[in-house]
């Protein structure tokens, strides 16, 4: 899901989008709280119609903002307090709040709000924010009334297996309709990432979809898709785009780089984006070089594109029973590189 935090994703308008193949949006509530607020959303006829995005949207919770925005704000088992970064106001958000500001969004998936611990944390600390989030989730439930909505629980547990375990338990035992895993990417080793997407992976009710929370990188998505999860986002593609950096072939090319210069050939002949159809990597070279904004546009494209090709090559892969976390469709001898 291209991560549109604002009800736009940066840099790219919804027609372009539409374009990359993307079919799901995700947009964030506590940035949309702040700026246009919630009410102005639901005037214009809900986020989809403020956006022009038809397809499907997510929301987050403001869940994430608890953990990213710890120095300007305090958190009790009530809810959290922030400080605005736009002029210091007070900002109070609960799980009633948020599931009222979601409510009043109207997305089709609308998350839980929890509370995401930071890494390193002490299992004290760990322990804690998982019994927050398990009350804040009944909290949720109890206020949450819109049935064209669809709300979804999540697991935290940090890098605590028992707490992980313990945590997934809990949440399946809502029976919502869907069930995420976040916590995760949030300073800890690749590793210890892995391990968790193995280890909570299996314990999670397989009839509703898996959604694993801030990952978007190639290797973790396959990752975890071995592990039966569906749902994917990440603000990466984007901003690897608007510094210059676009995603070919499993590796990161900076497109500043001298070698580009007199290079004709289109960034990536297999893609489809608009960057690869009509440019060439002198032309991408030159744009990011002369600090063009088509430069960033082109590029985000391409490594949204990316993306969700690999997402759709990894679904044509289970199909034909060929797939495994070491997935890569684009080496030599692949047995998916047809579908890339």
Same mark, same amino acid.
Request: aromatic share 6%; charged share 20%.
């Given at each position: 899901?291209?991560?549109?935090?604002?009800?736009?994703?940066?840099?790219?308008?919804?027609?372009?989008?539409?374009?990359?193949?993307?079919?799901?949006?995700?947009?964030?509530?506590?940035?949309?709280?702040?700026?246009?607020?919630?009410?102005?959303?639901?005037?214009?006829?809900g986020l989809h119609r403020f956006?022009?995005?038809?397809?499907?949207?997510?929301?987050?919770?403001?869940g994430f903002q608890v953990f990213?925005?710890?120095?300007?704000?305090?958190?009790?088992?009530t809810g959290v307090v922030f400080?605005?970064?736009?002029?210091?106001?007070?900002?109070?958000?609960?799980?009633?709040?948020?599931?009222?500001?979601?409510?009043?969004?109207?997305?089709?998936?609308?998350?839980?709000?929890?509370?995401?611990?930071?890494?390193?944390?002490?299992?004290?600390?760990?322990?804690?924010?998982?019994?927050?989030?398990?009350?804040?989730?009944?909290?949720?439930?109890?206020?949450?009334?819109?049935?064209?909505?669809? !709300?979804? *629980? $999540?697991?935290? +547990? @940090?890098?605590?297996?028992?707490?992980? =375990? &313990?945590?997934?338990?809990? %949440?399946?035992?809502?029976? !919502?309709? *869907? $069930?995420?895993? +976040? @916590?995760?990417?949030?300073?800890?080793? =690749? &590793?210890?990432?892995?391990? %968790?997407?193995?280890?909570?992976?299996?314990?999670?009710?397989?009839?509703?979809?898996?959604?694993?929370?801030?990952?978007?990188?190639?290797?973790?998505?396959?990752?975890?898709?071995?592990?039966?999860?569906?749902?994917?986002?990440?603000?990466?593609?984007?901003?690897?785009?608007?510094?210059?950096?676009?995603?070919?072939?499993?590796?990161?090319?900076?497109?500043?780089?001298?070698?580009?210069?007199?290079?004709?050939?289109?960034?990536?002949?297999?893609?489809?984006?608009?960057?690869?159809?009509?440019?060439?990597?002198?032309?991408?070279?030159?744009?990011?070089?002369?600090?063009?904004?088509?430069?960033?546009?082109?590029?985000?494209?391409?490594?949204?594109?990316?993306?969700?090709?690999?997402?759709?090559?990894?679904?044509?892969?289970?199909?034909?029973?060929?797939?495994?976390?070491?997935?890569?469709?684009?080496?030599?001898?692949?047995?998916?590189?047809?579908?890339?």
């Amino acid at each position: 899901m291209p991560v549109g935090t604002a009800g736009t994703v940066k840099g790219i308008t919804t027609p372009q989008l539409a374009e990359t193949g993307a079919r799901m949006v995700l947009a964030n509530t506590y940035h949309l709280h702040l700026q246009p607020g919630e009410d102005v959303v639901a005037e214009a006829g809900g986020l989809h119609r403020f956006m022009a995005w038809d397809g499907p949207l997510l929301t987050d919770s403001g869940g994430f903002q608890v953990f990213s925005l710890g120095d300007i704000n305090r958190i009790d088992d009530t809810g959290v307090v922030f400080r605005s970064p736009r002029d210091g106001s007070r900002i109070t958000l609960t799980p009633e709040r948020s599931m009222a500001i979601q409510m009043a969004l109207g997305a089709d998936v609308a998350m839980a709000f929890d509370q995401c611990p930071p890494y390193p944390a002490s299992e004290g600390d760990v322990a804690a924010a998982c019994r927050r989030t398990h009350a804040w989730l009944e909290r949720c439930v109890a206020v949450h009334d819109r049935p064209d909505q669809a !709300l979804f *629980g $999540i697991v935290q +547990g @940090g890098c605590v297996p028992a707490l992980r =375990a &313990e945590s997934a338990r809990v %949440v399946a035992g809502f029976d !919502l309709p *869907g $069930i995420a895993v +976040g @916590g995760v990417s949030v300073g800890e080793p =690749a &590793e210890a990432m892995h391990q %968790v997407v193995r280890q909570v992976g299996p314990l999670l009710p397989d009839d509703r979809p898996h959604y694993l929370m801030g990952v978007g990188s190639l290797r973790e998505m396959a990752i975890a898709v071995a592990q039966g999860f569906d749902l994917f986002d990440c603000v990466l593609p984007t901003r690897l785009g608007r510094h210059g950096t676009a995603l070919v072939g499993g590796e990161r090319w900076n497109l500043r780089n001298a070698r580009f210069r007199h290079d004709h050939a289109p960034l990536d002949g297999s893609c489809r984006c608009l960057a690869c159809r009509q440019h060439t990597r002198a032309y991408l070279h030159h744009l990011i070089r002369a600090g063009e904004m088509v430069g960033r546009t082109l590029l985000s494209l391409h490594n949204l594109t990316t993306l969700l090709r690999f997402t759709e090559a990894m679904g044509q892969a289970i199909r034909e029973g060929c797939f495994s976390e070491d997935f890569a469709p684009w080496e030599p001898g692949s047995q998916a590189a047809h579908t890339w």
